[in-house]
């Protein structure tokens, strides 16, 4: 390679790693703005860093047996794409009355399908609130619960009461 | 064609973290000679390539990315809500707790370190204040080798706990091919083929940036 090539080089590749490195520091500014966006792949990191009280508010399905006891149901009976992905896709189903009560009779045929699910005979769309510390000893009864949708599974010899 | 396909992915409900370095590293390495030592093009050319700057800068960029992204991420912590009362740790207990809660009600379930020291006040603080330290530490790590070998095993080490209390998986980071720039692969390929071959002659590191 001639000298003055290699200089040539040797600033186009300097000139590169700043911008990429100025680039992966830009979102700092984020933090300026009032209301900060989260972007792909440069971000300005904001998991965990939100001001949490000692209360949250979870949407999810639950499957009501007979005697009124009730399960979680799991996410992937409603949807793919991991469980925070579905997770805000039921915040936002909630939202739609007709689209919550179609999510609820889909997750009770696919919950009518597995034997696991043998005692569920009611899928029902929820928001629970729950206390964060109070639910780790133990205390799974929420504070407050709306009740979106729900759906009687149809299978012979199931009773929903 | 990986950025296209993943920031599909991140188009949809929310943005996976874990993605980002990954697609910052394999950026770098698009644009750097990255197939001259072992490639099939190599093999057939027959002759291994010559030290050169050439491929140094491509690896202190990949350090230097690795560093800004957690570095970013140390200043969210203390640029947000909470400040620098985010090292006090109920933050990060709140925060983790709310991830157990919800796994409990839509997935398998908090993991078992979660029930277990839910409540160990000091241990939650001692995290987050290393936490801290690793991120916004970060740019201590480019300072010399020996410092980016400590780093690099402190902040693989930080994933290895979220993997343990939280079950996240960084799958990236906690190969370690993430923080492979930091380490002396290259020196151990160099030992590895003298013992192989016999030759126990030391062999010498050509300075990263020099010709």
């Known amino acids: 390679m001639m000298p003055g090539t290699t200089i040539a080089a040797r ?16 979102p700092l500014g984020e933090h300026l703005r009032p209301a900060p966006r989260d972007g792909f792949p440069l971000s300005h990191f904001p998991m965990f860093t939100a001001r949490r009280g000692e209360n949250l508010a979870v949407t999810y399905l639950r499957g009501v047996a007979a005697d009124g006891g009730w399960v979680a149901l799991p996410y992937r009976l409603a949807g793919r794409g991991g469980m925070n992905q579905v997770r805000k896709q039921l915040r936002r189903t909630a939202r739609r009355p007709a689209r919550a009560e179609r999510l609820c009779r889909t997750v009770a045929e696919r919950a009518a399908r ?44 199931r009773n929903a009461s | 064609m990986l950025l296209s396909t993943l920031a599909y992915r991140n188009s949809w409900g929310m943005i996976f973290h874990n993605d980002n370095l990954l697609v910052l ?11 001259d030592a072992r490639s099939l093009d190599t093999r057939r050319r027959g002759a291994p390539a010559e030290a050169s700057w050439r491929y140094g800068w491509p690896v202190r960029l990949l350090s230097a990315t690795t560093v800004a992204t957690y570095f970013v991420a140390g200043i969210a912590k203390v640029a947000g809500p909470l400040g620098w009362g985010w090292a006090g740790g109920a933050s990060l207990r709140s925060q983790v707790l709310a991830d157990g809660l919800r796994k409990e009600l839509l997935g398998d379930g908090a993991s078992p370190l979660t029930h277990r020291l839910h409540d160990v006040d000091w241990l939650w603080r001692l995290l987050a204040v290393g ?18 070998r400590l780093w690099a095993t402190s902040a693989w080490g930080m994933h290895v706990g979220i993997k343990a209390i939280m079950g996240i998986t960084f799958r990236y980071q906690l ?19 003298a ?3 016999g030759n126990a002659c030391s062999t010498t590191r050509v300075p990263v940036g020099h010709s």
């Open chain 2, 131 to 148: 936490s801290l330290a690793v991120e916004l530490g970060a740019p201590v790590a480019l300072l010399s080798p020996r410092i980016g």
């Open chain 2, 195 to 197: 013992v192989v071959t």
């Open chain 2, 175 to 193: 190969s370690g091919i993430a923080f492979a720039s930091f380490l002396d692969l290259e020196r151990a390929g160099m030992r590895h083929r």
């Open chain 2, 25 to 35: 590293h394999a950026a770098i390495l698009a644009g750097a000679p990255a197939a």
């Open chain 1, 11 to 26: 600033r186009a590749a300097g000139c590169a790693g700043v911008a990429v490195v100025v680039a992966v520091l830009a």
């Open chain 1, 114 to 157: 597995r034997p696991a699910f043998d005692a569920v005979v009611r899928v029902e769309l929820v928001t629970g609130t729950f206390p964060l510390s109070g639910w780790f000893h133990g205390d799974h009864e929420p504070i407050a619960e709306v009740v979106h949708a729900t759906t009687d599974i149809d299978v012979p010899g």
